[in-house]
């Protein structure tokens, strides 16, 4: 009982300090809770288990990602044991009204009879957006 008390007495003894105090320990569980929120938004998968077995293939010379492989590499790529299926995507620019910069985004050009087989999740978001 007398550890309590004198607990009490010293914390309120000097109140800018015990007030700074609690403001930096309500701070840093702040950033705290922020931060986990943001590496669960980044790090928990919301596609399911299909996208842990999908592999995605650049050059190596570039880490250009407009930069896409030969087309012959589709079928050294097929016989690699484990690969069911292969699709090519090619990203490029597209431009919205103008020639700004703000009003450019990226596009992507593939098959898409080959892409909805390597994504089959994705033909599930379609069929529940409908």
């Not at 105090?21 to 399911?48: C, E, H, K, P």
């Amino acid at each position: 009982m007398a550890l309590a008390r004198f607990v009490a007495k010293n914390a309120f003894r000097n109140k800018r300090r015990s007030m700074l105090t609690i403001l930096s320990i309500g701070f840093s569980l702040l950033l705290l809770t922020i931060m986990m929120a943001v590496w669960r938004s980044f790090y928990i998968d919301q596609l399911g288990t299909e996208s842990a077995l999908r592999l995605i293939v650049r050059p190596r010379v570039s880490s250009y990602l407009m930069l896409s492989l030969p087309s012959c590499y589709q079928e050294k790529i097929m016989v690699v044991p484990g690969v069911v299926n292969v699709t090519p995507c090619n990203l490029f620019s597209g431009l919205y009204k103008n020639d700004k910069s703000e009003n450019s985004f990226a596009q992507i050009g593939t098959d898409s009879h080959t892409f909805l087989k390597v994504h089959p999740d994705y033909v599930s978001q379609l069929d529940s957006a409908d």
